[in-house]
């Protein structure tokens, strides 16, 4: 069955600190890659997102994403991040098949310590 | 514009009653995605509807139903409601369904507690 992993159930970093979240699937075909953040009492959003075209993404609030292929992999990064990045993260795929039915993962929480 | 909504908000049941959720997509949207958020879990998906049809459905039991209105709105229905069932229910919508997939919008949620 399709399904998307991601790692990391809960990550602990301080401010400034690197950040990668790791995020794999399984499908064969073609995908579309999702990232979603949900901060603290907010709406699931749109971090970002990859169709086609150059693997790696940019999203908002300087994160990115690279997409590797023969991998399964879509591994959302931050250089530097902030106390206010503390969220939940997910990662989502779309397979590009007649289903076209959107799998998460379970999420990852991040807390940023000050 | 304005964004998904969900009514109402908060829910508390009882074991063995039924709820009713509505949500409100974005105006344009026609897909209406259900999704059942827990601890642990993430998000689950229930079930899509495009153009008042059921076009993908996940795996829940019968007592998880839905419809879905030729305005686009679309209602959840959980009958003979259980402990387990409390979570947070989102709803998204998107503009299309199909091979060109477009951006999920996703509502505030409602929260269900069943004691």
């Known amino acids: 069955a399709q399904s998307v992993s991601q790692h990391n159930h809960h990550v602990i970093l301080s401010e400034a600190a690197s950040l990668e979240l790791g995020c794999n699937y399984s499908?064969?075909?073609?995908?579309?890659l999702f990232w979603y953040v949900q901060y603290p009492g907010q709406h699931l959003q749109l971090l970002l997102k990859y169709f086609s075209g150059d693997p790696l993404v940019k999203g908002i609030k300087g994160f990115e994403a690279e997409f590797i292929k023969s991998k399964f992999s879509f591994n959302l990064r931050k250089p530097s991040v902030q106390w206010s990045d503390t969220a939940e993260y997910f990662c989502?795929?779309?397979?590009?098949?007649?289903?076209?039915?959107?799998?998460f993962g379970k999420g990852t929480r991040l807390h940023i310590l000050p | 514009k304005a964004g998904v909504t969900q009514t109402p908000r908060y829910l508390i049941k009882t074991r063995g009653q039924q709820v009713t959720l509505s949500c409100s997509p974005i105006?344009?949207?026609?897909?209406v995605s259900w999704y059942q958020q827990t601890p642990g879990q993430g998000l689950q998906f229930l079930f899509e509807?495009?153009?008042?049809?059921?076009?993908n459905k996940g795996n829940f039991p019968g007592r998880f139903s839905g419809r879905q209105f030729s305005n686009s709105r679309s209602e959840m229905n959980v009958s003979t409601l259980e402990l387990g069932d409390s979570a947070l229910y989102l709803c998204a919508s998107r503009r299309e369904s199909g091979k060109l997939y477009n951006e999920q919008f996703f509502g505030p949620g409602t929260r269900l507690t069943v004691l």
């Open positions: 509807y495009f153009s008042e049809t059921q076009r």
């Open positions: 105006s344009g949207h026609r897909s």
């Open positions: 989502a795929v779309t397979p590009m098949n007649r289903d076209d039915k959107i799998i």
């Open positions: 499908y064969g075909g073609t995908v579309n």
